[in-house]
Structure formats: C-alpha cells, structure tokens
C-alpha cells in the first residue's frame, strides 16, 4: 500500500495524528454540548431566570465550540500541509480557516455581545 506523508516506520504520522486531532474536536464538542446543558439546567433549578441560564449556556457552549474549530483547522493544516500541499487543496483550506474564523466571530459577538477585537472591561451579562 502507498504510503501518505511521512512515516515513522510503518506509521504515517502526519495522516494519523491529523485524524487524531479531528476525534479530539468532534469529543470536545460533543462534550461542551453536554456540559452546556448541564450547567444550564443547575442555573436554571438554582432560582436563575431564563434569560441568565441562556447567557450561561451560551457563555459554556460558545468557548468549547470554539476550542472544537481551533482544532479542526489545526487538523486540516497538518494534513494540507504535509500530505497534498497542492494549489486546490492550499486554496480549500484558505476558504475553510474563512469561514471558520467568521464562524468564530459570531459565537464570540453572540455569547458576549462585542466582536472578538474588542476589550471589554467587565464581562457582560444578561441584565445589562
């Protein structure tokens, strides 16, 4: 069988540890979801309103999701990079850091109401 990218002995490393790192992400979110859920049911049963156990799960769900795109395009360079370093390929993963950077910007503006290059001073909540 022809072998993809380097190899350390018999395994392919740079292929393995990309498809490793995908598993790590779709886990991460996977996980954020749950917990998001969670921690909005415990805020929710502990007296809060539903506008403050929105503002908590989005706050949960919005930082691991982004955890989750930060290692899909990690992933996706490791693979680009050093298996098909072709013009379409170099060009599909321009186009997918794209949209997953605006993707990442609008989690950031909906969980915490300012774009992600703005400073706040404190951080924002439901009632304000």
Same mark, same amino acid.
């Given at each position: &069988?022809?072998?993809?990218g380097p190899t350390v002995g018999g395994w392919e490393v740079a292929h393995d540890? +990309?498809?490793? =790192?995908?598993? !790590?992400a779709v886990a991460v979110i996977a996980v954020t979801v749950v917990v998001a859920?969670?921690? &909005?049911?415990?805020?929710?049963? *502990?007296?809060?309103? #539903? *506008?403050? +156990?929105?503002?908590?799960?989005?706050?949960?769900?919005?930082?691991?999701?982004?955890? /989750?795109?930060?290692?899909?395009? #990690?992933?996706?360079?490791?693979?680009?990079?050093? %298996?098909?370093?072709?013009?379409?390929?170099?060009?599909?993963?321009?186009?997918?850091? =794209?949209?997953?950077?605006? %993707?990442?910007?609008?989690?950031? %503006?909906? !969980?915490? /109401?300012?774009?992600?290059?703005?400073?706040?001073?404190?951080?924002?909540?439901?009632?304000?």
């Amino acid at each position: &069988m022809k072998s993809i990218g380097p190899t350390v002995g018999g395994w392919e490393v740079a292929h393995d540890v +990309s498809q490793w =790192i995908e598993i !790590a992400a779709v886990a991460v979110i996977a996980v954020t979801v749950v917990v998001a859920i969670v921690v &909005m049911a415990r805020c929710a049963f *502990a007296g809060g309103d #539903a *506008a403050k +156990s929105l503002w908590v799960f989005k706050q949960a769900f919005s930082r691991g999701v982004l955890l /989750g795109l930060d290692l899909l395009i #990690a992933a996706d360079i490791i693979r680009t990079v050093t %298996l098909e370093p072709t013009l379409e390929n170099v060009a599909a993963l321009g186009l997918l850091v =794209i949209v997953r950077t605006f %993707l990442s910007w609008a989690l950031v %503006l909906e !969980a915490e /109401g300012r774009w992600p290059w703005q400073r706040s001073s404190e951080p924002v909540s439901p009632t304000e």
